[in-house]
């Protein structure tokens, strides 16, 4: 699987941005997708995933009610709505597929990652 992410940019806080992940392959739906971020000195840390089906959701706390996870499947595309961003959530972000064991909530989950697009929050 090849993972392009895109859709960063910098934006005043309480904007919005709309992050995409496009995934190369024909078994999209196998995968949970997921959104992870790292900050410069700071480890990467998870956003937001979404299941196979994308019946089911999940976030960090930090975003919850302000970032929102789908996903396309006729464009095999992963969406990350982003809104009333903040100063902190300023990072490079990540897209990431897996089939792994465990939690999504861990890096070790995924075994495929996009090459990462920068969000940058002005305050």
């Known amino acids: 699987v090849q993972l392009q992410a895109s859709g960063g940019g910098l934006v005043q806080a309480g904007g919005s941005l709309r992050l995409s992940c496009l995934a190369s392959?024909?078994?999209?739906?196998?995968?949970?997708m997921g959104w992870f971020r790292q900050a410069p000195g700071k480890e990467r840390e998870f956003v937001a995933a979404?299941?196979?089906?994308?019946?089911?959701?999940y976030y960090a706390d930090s975003v919850k009610g302000r970032f929102t996870i789908s996903r396309d499947f006729a464009k095999n595309t992963v969406l990350l709505q982003l809104n009333s961003l903040k100063p902190e959530d300023t990072a490079l972000y990540y897209c990431?597929?897996?089939?792994?064991?465990?939690?999504?909530?861990?890096?070790?989950?995924?075994?495929?990652w996009g090459q990462g697009t920068q969000v940058t929050v002005s305050s």
């Open positions: 979404i299941s196979w089906s994308g019946g089911s959701t």
């Open positions: 392959g024909r078994t999209f739906s196998r995968y949970y």
């Open positions: 990431a597929a897996g089939l792994g064991s465990g939690s999504y909530y861990y890096t070790s989950y995924y075994a495929w």
